[in-house]
């Protein structure tokens, strides 16, 4: 008996590696959470840019939204904000995506096997463009609405006719123009000083040049003017 138990103890101790690393059955779990699809879109579209719903239309397989990104006119993205639940509509979404921004309009081929979606899709896609059309008409452009250009009073001096001629950015005057001016040497010299001091004082609170009263004073009620003139 006792010459057996070295051989017990060392079968114990050879087994004990494999209850080691027995795999553990059940013991963690994994799970994978299904994402949902995402909705269609194009594939170079931006964060920036115009971006414009169309109008929601409500059809037999259910609603149709879309949502369009603009870059000026130019549609550059297009996303299905609803779309039915259904094969055909998944797979005709790309398409009437890939034809929107090569044709850049509404005016595209209905999808085969998905005639309604296609219908569906380009009516709020018409609607979509309309509204850009409407808003980009009724916003001029910044620039263009704020530059005015404005004549002063002519005022007829002892040495000639004076008149200037302003224009404004909004509130700013960035130029000042003499329309008239009496053909003195000191008069030319006097112009240039006093729209750099008109451009720097931003009114016509500036000083005489000194030489050029005379020019000097009608200039600044020329200009008065048609700063009054705009407002």
Do not use: C
């Not at 009114?203 to 407002?231: F, N």
């Amino acid at each position: 008996m006792k010459r057996a138990i070295p051989v017990v103890v060392l079968s114990i101790a050879g087994l004990v590696p494999v209850w080691r690393y027995e795999p553990s059955i059940g013991g963690g779990t994994s799970t994978t959470e299904a994402a949902p699809a995402p909705s269609a879109s194009s594939s170079g579209g931006t964060s920036s840019g115009t971006v414009v719903k169309g109008t929601t239309v409500n059809t037999e397989k259910g609603p149709v939204e879309v949502q369009v990104t603009f870059e000026g006119d130019k549609i550059t993205a297009v996303k299905m904000l609803q779309q039915p639940n259904h094969p055909q509509t998944t797979a005709a979404a790309p398409k009437l995506i890939a034809a929107t921004l090569e044709a850049q309009s509404a005016d595209i081929d209905t999808v085969s096997g998905a005639t309604i979606t296609s219908d569906g899709y380009k009516e709020s896609l018409q609607a979509a463009i309309d509204e850009h059309a409407k808003s980009a008409s009724a916003s001029p452009s910044p620039s263009a609405a704020a530059s005015q250009t404005i004549d002063g009073s002519a005022l007829t001096t002892d040495k000639g006719p004076v008149q200037v001629q302003v224009t404004f950015q909004g509130e700013k005057i960035t130029a000042v123009k003499m329309l008239q001016q009496p053909n003195h040497p000191q008069t030319t010299a006097a112009v240039p000083k006093l729209i750099a001091a008109t451009l720097e004082a931003q009114s016509a609170d500036i000083d005489t040049v000194s030489g050029a009263t005379i020019t000097s004073e009608a200039y600044k009620e020329s200009l008065q003017a048609a700063i009054d003139a705009k407002g």
